[in-house]
């Protein structure tokens, strides 16, 4: 069992900008796949790949196509997940298991037989994967986790890792000074 | 084993005004509530009591002060719960259990003792409650549930719901005519 990790380098994270600068977002992008797969390691899955060419449904497309064995295609910014998310995931009675994100996102998605799948990231991923599936006959599990559906994509999203993490990533936004601030009831973050 | 239920009829859902109007946004709050109390009666909890006096903390420290059975307090802007997830929240091992909501917030809480506790929802109240729990010696288990975190505050939380919604407030949504656009990638809401 395998599992595959798609890392943008160039640009990652372009819209924690107003929070974060340039080479903060790529040592924050570098701490959440740290903490990605330190979980990987802690799991039952025994090997990972992180892919970083092209775009990502070609390079998770390209990869999957020569792939024999049950593979776990995940996300690099989940510092929230743990090696029990893994665990769970793999261990799902289904062709294919869906770990969705906000906003119509996939984070994680496992597939017994990856060669005979094909990944579609764009718009509300989620639907797609679900359709895709289903054309091709596959049953579906959709894991169900907060945690998992966690991804970093704006500033909003850092308020869960600074309430929640204990990883890497969520040490290295205490260290640059990012903080939870509370406007009308609701948690934000603002750095010093 | 009964469950409570704040529900405020009042300025209802406030911060979805820019997308829908008042009266939308009181029929939207029923229908989530009735989604919840369909929830909860397909599940083990046998009674519920929909809580509509004074601030959200005194309402619910006035109920449990008074109540010797275990009880669940639970969120009316849950429109994603399943029975499932109740009967997995109510069975856990532990004396207290948390589900967490975005942004830091409680969507539901469930008491072994509740008489022995007090809720407190201010801020960060995810925070607030695991001290309030490790203060009285008392035992956490955190729910970990994407369905369960996706409260219904602001329009990019109805995402969620179109997406994945099955119940009365999704049916409602989209009766009139919210519905999915995409821009950059991402899921945002719109109505006609």
Same mark, same amino acid.
């Given at each position: 069992m395998k599992a595959i990790i798609p890392f943008k380098k160039k640009n990652a994270k372009s819209r924690l900008s107003p929070l974060l600068s340039q080479s903060e977002r790529v040592m924050f992008a570098e701490r959440m796949l740290e903490d990605v797969i330190r979980a990987l390691k802690d799991s039952v899955v025994d090997?990972?790949?992180?892919?970083? $060419?092209?775009?990502?449904?070609? !390079?998770?497309?390209?990869a999957i196509r020569r792939i024999?064995?049950?593979?776990?295609?995940?996300?690099?910014?989940?510092?929230?997940?743990?090696?029990?998310?893994?665990? $769970?995931?793999?261990?799902?009675? !289904?062709?294919?298991v869906i770990a969705p994100g906000k906003g119509g996102g996939t984070n994680a998605l496992f597939l017994q037989e990856p060669h005979r799948f094909r990944v579609d990231f764009r718009l509300a991923s989620f639907l797609n994967h679900l359709g895709i599936a289903r054309d091709a006959g596959m049953s579906v599990y959709i894991y169900d986790s907060f945690f998992v559906s966690t991804d970093m994509d704006e500033p909003e999203d850092l308020v869960e890792l600074l309430i929640h993490g204990k990883g890497t990533a969520a040490m290295y936004l205490r260290e640059i000074g990012v903080t939870l601030e509370f406007d009308q009831g609701r948690a934000h973050v603002k750095k010093k």
């Open positions: 090997k990972y790949e992180v892919l970083t $060419e092209g775009s990502l449904n070609e !390079a998770i497309n390209g024999q064995e049950p593979t776990l295609v995940i996300m690099p910014d989940l510092p929230l997940i743990q090696p029990r998310h893994i665990n $769970e995931i793999v261990s799902a009675d !289904a062709d294919v």
